[in-house]
């Protein structure tokens, strides 16, 4: 029984080191995705054209958004959504209708959307999504939507954010050379 026992390490060791080559293989010729950043723009160029992208409608601004959203979802999610808090509203659905807002309407690598909010302001995917959901409830309930004011908001964040990364780095290793005079 005792020998049992011990073959079982040296069994899980051996399906490990199995199991961890497989997954070695798989990226030995790199990251999966290697876009250089001239591929990359060269498909956004393309996707910032397109109406529809994997089978899926683009909106071209923010009210054609609000009409497609209405399109798409139940009457009575659209009235639920209407009857929360904004603030808890656009929290609570980041991860429901914000991951679907962000993977169908391609923010991340463009789209015709996303390009929109990016000439407003916005440049990352994730404000686009927390703007977006934020102005939908806005419309929903008459209220005033303020646009500039709210892209300042996810703006000014992201400077905050931006600051406190520069305030809190660390050196590594700092060196002064001198330049030789010709």
């Given at each position: 029984?005792?020998?049992?026992l011990?073959?079982?390490?040296?069994?899980?060791?051996?399906?490990?080191?199995?199991?961890?080559?497989?997954?070695?293989?798989?990226?030995?010729?790199?990251?999966?995705?290697?876009?250089?950043?001239?591929?990359?723009?060269?498909q956004?160029?393309?996707?910032?054209?397109?109406?529809?992208?994997?089978?899926?409608?683009?909106?071209?601004?923010?009210?054609?958004?609000?009409?497609?959203i209405?399109?798409?979802?139940?009457?009575?999610?659209i009235?639920?959504?209407?009857?929360?808090?904004?603030?808890?509203?656009?929290?609570?659905?980041?991860?429901?209708l914000?991951?679907?807002?962000l993977m169908k309407?391609?923010?991340?690598?463009?789209?015709?959307?996303?390009?929109?909010?990016?000439?407003?302001?916005?440049?990352?995917?994730?404000?686009?999504?927390?703007?977006t959901?934020?102005?939908?409830h806005?419309?929903?309930?008459?209220?005033?939507?303020?646009?500039?004011?709210?892209?300042?908001?996810?703006?000014?964040?992201?400077?905050?954010?931006?600051?406190?990364?520069i305030?809190?780095r660390?050196?590594?290793?700092?060196?002064?050379?001198?330049?030789?005079?010709?």
């Amino acid at each position: 029984m005792k020998a049992g026992l011990r073959f079982i390490p040296f069994l899980f060791f051996i399906m490990s080191s199995f199991i961890l080559s497989a997954q070695l293989e798989i990226f030995k010729d790199g990251p999966v995705s290697s876009a250089t950043e001239k591929e990359y723009q060269e498909q956004y160029q393309k996707n910032i054209k397109k109406s529809k992208i994997n089978g899926i409608y683009i909106p071209r601004n923010l009210n054609d958004a609000f009409t497609e959203i209405i399109a798409l979802a139940p009457e009575d999610a659209i009235l639920k959504f209407k009857s929360g808090e904004e603030a808890i509203v656009a929290k609570r659905l980041h991860h429901g209708l914000g991951k679907w807002l962000l993977m169908k309407w391609n923010l991340e690598e463009g789209s015709r959307y996303s390009h929109y909010l990016k000439q407003k302001g916005l440049s990352f995917p994730e404000d686009m999504v927390q703007f977006t959901i934020r102005a939908f409830h806005r419309h929903l309930n008459d209220v005033k939507l303020e646009e500039d004011i709210l892209i300042k908001e996810y703006t000014d964040k992201r400077k905050a954010e931006q600051q406190e990364r520069i305030k809190n780095r660390n050196v590594i290793k700092e060196e002064t050379r001198k330049i030789p005079r010709k």
